[in-house]
């Protein structure tokens, strides 16, 4: 039993150590990582994947803090061991109370992480309210949970509302406030250095997710709960796909990029909540997990790759190629952009192919599908986009203190790769099979099917194969190419001019001027307002007016006021509860 | 000087060389002009076009300042081409032979203007040959109005009606070459008198081909789309097509005397975007076809009286030469040019280009509004010495 927790240990201690030690607490992490995965991962049991998931990216990010984390003072690691600490515990935990704590202990470093980090406070704050009307609503859902089943457990519900308010709670977390996105994700995980924006983005978003998978498999099914969280999900992959795409504060994109994939998450986990085919169901489960493996672990990619530029928005990198960066970048830029051979490719398949089966079950929940998957479609070609723009403008240097963060890169990239090349693995032998008279052997190819209906089929490995195999015939019959490079035309004009990232995506600023609020101020400045947060603001200021001018005008110093108020409250309060019971 | 002065501003502005400002009414000392280089923002890059690229016929650098697609600020470099004309000091005939060549697509405009100004400095009574000049003005206008639609076209990609344009333009080039014996006009002006063959001018198939090909390209939503709401400008000091384009009725045909013109209608657009820039130019081209016609049954081919009575004195003339107004200044001492000065069109015109380009487009419009104007840089570059 005591080696079960041994990591929570590890862990905790290592937090303690790091003080002092830094690089010691970060290797200690790493392995406190290791045994956790090792001990809690169980093959076909889904819901472990999570830990999987977790764990691999405790340990790249770990690694890369080594020599990342130099420039950022002796507080750094402690907050970032803590964090994760905070999550470990929230992936132990049986009941509520375990689960709130974890997701405190989480919290409440990383506030701190951004504020050491930042000249200004508001980054932090506005990462604090946000985080913490996530914990109010999953305290909320606790208490209501232990109405219906009379324990603080993770067991069985019959009532959906506790899954709703949950998830309204870990959306808030995830950057997927209902119906709107939110700037704050990418302005809190933006503020933060490069490895605890990585671990924020990567798995501090994967506990919400964690928790609405886990909480909807003990929950009934809900075709209304299930497309609306399938509506919020759309909103959020295609706006956080275009704010990425538009973005040019690197890890603001990365930011943003999370949105989208947790939009997406949120979206099959709709599907997952409303379907009631059992086999339809378990094949969206695993889409779930797979998606999150492969976000969690490109994000963290693209964390690592941006933190390795030294800067944080496009203009500042220096665009040197260093060729082990570029390949590495390569594997985690199209796991994100949903391209094959990584694991995001098979990821995004799994996630379409999900959709377009439901279809078929007809019904409001039938066109909601292709409707959806229609548009995450689209959502993934935006954020292709996006990720060319990462790929183009964060070069950087062969410099030797750097080399090392560049391993690290690629093997984050190898990592998504060979997780695809595994992929039939780790996937329920039912989606598994073969088709021998065209040579594809059994176990070798993953098929979408439910009932007696087969779709789509995919073989990671072969798909690798015929790739390696074609580039190395290539290779083996023009050799490395003769490039020529030449000085460039400009017309007979000498000028030391390049395109840049922002006249890159300024493309989409103009087109989507309506939404974007794209708009020269003076004729000289081009500005991008997210509608969303500025209704959002819009409502904050009425907010504190109103209740300024009750203040100043009702209740200022009068003690009558205030006591009607408080009956007024307190009667309020009790009528909502006789209702509720 | 007939017809202006030395003074202040009079009038509306019709442009400036480097000595002076030129007015309706009156020739001003120039004011220096702001050329202050334009400072890109951070996110935004220079995007060179020319001087030596394809699309261009001139040697001219666009220096754009955007931030992606879409165009903020532009700075037009015309100064490739230096085009010094060694002219103080000849006599008149030499001096008409390199005014010719100033530019040979619009070879009767500065001509016949330069002429004008000559004429008005030795005061020669020129009434005589008014009406001639005005059928070969009008001839180039045809010519330059529709090489100018041609270039919309070409912008656009519609290969069929560039084509039918270019087939018009060197019908138009092929009637002035039998009329004139040269297809720009060469040798054709002297003082008071134009050496022409005018028999030979024959227009009605022109208006009815090109009107064909105007209605067309009306029809065309593709077309349309692409000049309309597209580089718009509307400013008080403007000239030519681009001027009548934003409703200002600005024409020296109309309020000038240099040369008469008898009972002509303006034809103006209110929107000031590529489109009425088309629209007005293509209207024109009927209204010069039908001025011609007009003409050509009053006039003879008698040759005109080229007595001088003096041989020194200042004149000055203006007329609306394709593009706009273009005015020449000259004095002449003992039938030697001592000053000589032009303001081309070209001139305002550049101006308003680079206001229309600015104005909420895209690069890709660049070359509709570009090719709208009919610019000519070499005209610009131009300095008497």
């Known amino acids: ?581 | 000087m007939k017809y202006y002065k030395f003074g202040n501003k009079n009038g509306r502005y019709i442009g400036s060389n480097n000595k002076y400002d030129v007015y309706e009414n009156t020739i001003a000392s120039k004011i220096p002009e702001n050329n202050a280089i334009i400072e890109k923002k951070p996110y935004e890059i220079y995007f060179n076009y020319g001087p030596s690229a394809g699309g261009l016929r001139e040697s001219v650098n666009f220096s754009i300042v955007t931030p992606g697609e879409t165009i903020r600020d532009i700075t037009v470099n015309s100064h490739y081409k230096r085009r010094k004309i060694k002219i103080i000091n000849d006599d008149i005939n030499n001096a008409l032979l390199k005014i010719e060549r100033i530019n040979g697509f619009h070879t009767a405009s500065n001509t016949v203007c330069f002429l004008l100004a000559i004429e008005d400095a030795l005061d020669i009574d020129n009434t005589g040959s008014n009406d001639k000049r005005i059928i070969e003005i009008e001839l180039e206008r045809i010519r330059s109005n529709i090489d100018v639609i041609k270039g919309l076209c070409e912008s656009a990609g519609f290969s069929v009606p560039e084509k039918q344009l270019l087939y018009l333009r060197e019908k138009i080039t092929r009637i002035i070459s039998d009329t004139f014996n040269h297809r720009y006009f060469f040798s054709a002006n002297q003082i008071n008198n134009v050496c022409g063959n005018f028999n030979k001018i024959r227009l009605n198939g022109i208006y009815d081909e090109f009107y064909e090909i105007y209605n067309s390209l009306l029809e065309s939503k593709i077309f349309m789309d692409r000049i309309q709401e597209n580089g718009i400008v509307n400013d008080i000091n403007s000239s030519g097509p681009a001027a009548r384009a934003s409703g200002y009725k600005y024409d020296a045909r109309i309020d000038s005397e240099s040369l008469t013109y008898d009972n002509y209608n303006i034809y103006t657009m209110e929107e000031g975007d590529t489109f009425s820039r088309f629209m007005v130019r293509s209207n024109e081209v009927l209204a010069s076809i039908n001025i011609i016609n007009k003409l050509l049954r009053e006039i003879g081919n008698g040759k005109n009286n080229t007595e001088i009575k003096n041989n020194s004195g200042e004149g000055t003339a203006r007329i609306e030469s394709p593009q706009g107004d273009i005015f020449y200044y000259v004095n002449i001492e003992d039938n030697k040019i001592k000053d000589l000065s032009m303001v081309s069109p070209s001139y305002l015109n550049i101006e308003l280009f680079k206001k229309a380009v600015k104005n909420n487009n895209i690069l890709t419009d660049f070359f509709f509004v570009w090719e709208s104007f009919g610019i000519w840089v070499s005209e610009l570059e131009v300095d008497f010495i």
């Open chain 1, 1 to 581: 039993m005591i080696l079960y927790y041994l990591p929570l240990i590890l862990i905790f201690l290592a937090a303690i150590i790091s003080y002092k030690f830094n690089k010691t607490g970060y290797i200690l992490t790493a392995i406190a990582s290791i045994i956790f995965s090792v001990f809690t991962f169980k093959i076909y049991d889904y819901i472990t994947y999570f830990y999987l998931i977790a764990a691999i990216v405790w340990v790249i990010t770990s690694l890369f803090s080594i020599t990342y984390s130099k420039n950022y003072g002796k507080w750094l690691s402690p907050l970032f061991i803590l964090t994760v600490a905070g999550m470990m515990l929230i992936l132990y935990s049986a009941n509520f109370l375990v689960f709130i704590s974890g997701w405190e202990i989480m919290s409440i470093p990383a506030y701190l992480t951004v504020a050491i980090n930042k000249k200004n406070d508001i980054e932090a704050y506005v990462f604090m309210f946000f985080s913490e009307i996530s914990t109010v609503l999953i305290i909320t859902a606790g208490v209501l949970s232990f109405y219906y089943t009379g324990t603080l457990n993770f067991v069985k519900i019959n009532n959906d509302i506790v899954l709703l308010i949950f998830a309204i709670g870990a959306m808030s977390k995830m950057g997927l406030t209902p119906f709107m996105i939110s700037e704050w994700l990418p302005i809190a995980h933006g503020s933060a250095p490069a490895n605890s924006s990585a671990i924020f983005s990567a798995t501090m978003t994967l506990m919400g997710v964690y928790g609405i998978t886990k909480l909807a498999l003990l929950s009934p099914e809900s075709l209304y709960v299930g497309i609306l969280f399938i509506v919020i999900g759309i909103i959020s992959v295609l706006f956080g796909a275009l704010y990425a795409y538009i973005s040019e504060n690197m890890k603001s994109l990365g930011g943003f990029s999370t949105i989208e994939n947790n939009g997406t998450i949120l979206s099959v986990t709709g599907l997952f909540v409303a379907v009631n085919n059992s086999i339809l169901r378990t094949f969206i489960l695993i889409t779930i997990v797979i998606y999150a493996m492969a976000h969690s672990i490109a994000k963290t990619g693209l964390f690592i790759t941006v933190g390795h530029t030294g800067s944080e928005y496009f203009s500042e990198v220096n665009n040197i190629k260093d060729n082990e960066n570029s390949l590495g970048k390569f594997f985690i830029l199209s796991s994100l952009s949903g391209l094959l051979p990584s694991l995001g490719g098979l990821a995004t398949w799994m996630v379409i192919e999900a959709f377009f089966m439901t279809a078929f079950l007809h019904g409001p929940l039938g066109v909601t599908a292709i409707i959806a998957g229609s548009l995450i479609a689209m959502g993934e070609g935006f954020a292709t986009a996006a990720m060319l723009k990462i790929f183009y403008f964060t070069n950087r240097g062969n410099k030797k203190h750097i080399k090392y963060e560049s391993h690290i890169i690629l093997l984050n990239g190898v990592i998504l790769v060979l997780l695809f090349i595994i992929s039939p693995l780790i996937i329920g032998r039912y989606y598994i099979s073969g088709i021998p008279s065209v040579l594809i052997f059994n176990g070798f190819m993953i098929e979408s099917k439910f009932s007696n209906a087969d779709f789509g089929l995919i073989s990671p490995v072969y798909i690798f194969i015929l790739i390696l195999i074609f580039t190395v015939i290539a290779y083996m019959i023009f050799r490395k190419p003769k490039i020529r490079v030449s000085e460039r035309w400009n017309g007979g004009i000498e000028n030391n001019e390049y395109y840049n990232s922002f006249v890159y995506s300024n493309n989409i600023r103009l087109i989507l001027k309506k939404i974007l609020r794209t708009k020269y101020e003076n004729n000289e400045l081009i500005q991008t307002v997210d509608l969303f947060w500025l209704v959002m603001i819009d409502l904050a200021g009425a907010y504190r007016k109103i209740s300024k001018y009750i203040a100043y005008k009702f209740m200022n110093s009068s003690i009558s006021m205030y006591l009607i108020y408080m009956i007024f409250a307190f009667v309020l309060i009790i009528i909502i509860t006789s209702v509720v019971y």
